[in-house]
Nanobody, 117 residues
């Protein structure tokens, strides 16, 4: 089992920045990747960014160039640095952990980000 705890959400004005963090604990040695997703109530969950064990990163087109995902292997944490935030970035952001052997996905509880003037 893997437990995920997100932190760092909050409210910010358009153009501002926030940094989210996700701490993984438990059976983390079989990690394949960690990712961030976001969801607006009433809408489908949307992929934001991911980072593999090799450090390869992928971003959705909507955040590319503004968000940066990074990983601290020693601390088993993944961060999402969000810059130039827009009102449409407002959502609940959830951390995702994918493990192998067996293949299994874990989700955090989420942290809310509100971008508003």
């Amino acid at each position: 089992q893997v437990q995920l705890v997100e932190s760092g959400g909050g409210s910010v004005q358009p153009g501002g920045s926030l940094r989210l963090s996700c701490a993984a604990s438990g059976s983390t040695s079989n990690m394949v990747l960690m990712a961030w997703y976001r969801q607006v109530p009433g809408k489908q969950r949307e992929f934001v960014a991911k980072i593999t064990t090799a450090g390869a990163t992928t971003y959705s087109d909507s955040v590319k160039g503004r968000f940066t995902v990074s990983r601290d292997k020693a601390k088993n944490t993944v961060a999402l640095q969000m810059n130039s935030l827009k009102p449409e970035d407002t959502a609940d952001y959830c951390c995702n952990f994918v493990a192998q052997f067996p293949l299994k996905t874990y989700w955090g509880q989420g942290t809310r980000v509100t971008v508003s003037s």
